[in-house]
């Protein structure tokens, strides 16, 4: 099979890889092929435009044809890459792993908001339940400097990524990680829990783009009959678990915000706000307070 991109230049080859992306129906196809090509070739934005006119080598238009194929037939460029940016940091990807989205940077910052509301006379204590790379944790670990924190997962895959990840950051003296079905090996007690735990509907997933539901691991993704399994286990385990004070901060899919304030009130957690809403206005970020006895 002849490679498209064999004697192209760079600029050459990314409009021709924009091309094939936009035929094949790829949304943000400009955007994905210079990313690609940046990443066959080793180069940032400047270089691809300082270097525009350079030939690609046989090696870089064959890297490149590999990517073009494996986005064409649906796989995220970030699986393709292996890393994806969250709250301004680099997180390595494993087939384990849900890809980060910004959607749930609403969970940090409502997290934060939440964290410096408290007072306390100890150095805080969080626990990310379903930690999959780590990205909730160490986003914020990265922004409370004085804090320790575990992340759960039961993928010991996940928590090999989430350690990498911890390491790579420079976080891992304050990041410990534990194989476990949600927080049921986890004492406590916690100053933050958060959460973004399968919430998908068992029925709903065979209806997700490819990009999801041939990509993401089904076990980050199924919820059970009606999305809420994970939260009727998160929940109360949470409520337990937490300082007088403390907050507990979970992910929602659209519609299941309302639900989810229900269970967090009958596990006598207090809903001091609304949920907090990301850029697509959907209510994201559920949260409540175990209140002062």
């Known amino acids: 099979m002849i490679n498209p991109f064999t004697g192209q230049s760079i600029e050459s080859a990314r409009r021709a890889m924009a091309a094939q992306l936009r035929s094949a129906r790829i949304d943000e196809a400009e955007l994905d092929a210079r990313i690609l090509l940046g990443a066959a070739l080793g180069?940032?934005?400047t270089g691809l435009i300082t270097q525009a006119a350079r030939l690609l080598t046989e090696a870089e238009a064959s890297r490149l044809?590999?990517?073009?194929?494996?986005?064409?037939?649906?796989?995220?460029?970030?699986?393709?890459?292996?890393?994806?940016?969250f709250w301004g940091l680099p997180f390595r990807?494993?087939?384990?792993?849900?890809?980060?989205?910004?959607?749930?940077?609403t969970v940090?910052?409502?997290?934060?908001?939440?964290?410096?509301?408290?007072?306390?006379?100890?150095?805080?204590?969080i626990?990310?339940?379903?930690?999959?790379?780590?990205?909730?944790?160490l986003a914020l670990l990265h922004e409370i400097p004085d804090a320790f924190g575990v992340g759960t997962d039961l993928s010991l895959m996940a928590l090999d990524t989430a350690k990498a990840n911890a390491v790579a950051l420079g976080l891992a003296d304050r990041a410990a990680f534990v194989a476990c079905s949600y927080a049921a090996a986890l004492e406590g007690p916690f100053d933050l829990i958060v959460s973004n735990p399968p919430y998908i509907p068992s029925g709903e997933i065979p209806k997700l783009s490819i990009e999801v539901r041939e990509h993401d691991?089904?076990?980050?993704?199924?919820?059970?009959?009606?999305?809420?399994?994970?939260?009727?286990?998160?929940?109360?385990?949470?409520?337990?678990?937490?300082v007088p004070g403390g907050a507990l901060i979970v992910e929602a899919g659209q519609g299941q915000a309302s639900d989810i304030e229900s269970l967090m009130t009958a596990a006598a957690l207090t809903v001091d706000r609304p949920p907090k809403a990301d850029l697509a206005g959907i209510p994201r970020a559920v949260s409540a307070r175990k209140m002062t006895p």
């Open 43 to 45: 180069l940032d934005l």
């Open 65 to 85: 044809a590999q990517q073009a194929e494996r986005r064409i037939a649906g796989e995220p460029v970030a699986r393709i890459l292996g890393v994806r940016e």
């Open 93 to 105: 990807l494993s087939e384990a792993t849900l890809v980060p989205r910004p959607d749930t940077e």
């Open 108 to 125: 940090v910052e409502r997290a934060l908001e939440m964290f410096r509301e408290q007072q306390r006379s100890h150095p805080p204590v």
């Open 127 to 137: 626990a990310d339940i379903g930690t999959g790379s780590g990205a909730i944790l």
């Open 217 to 242: 691991p089904h076990l980050a993704l199924d919820g059970g009959n009606d999305g809420y399994d994970a939260y009727r286990a998160v929940i109360p385990q949470a409520a337990e678990r937490l």
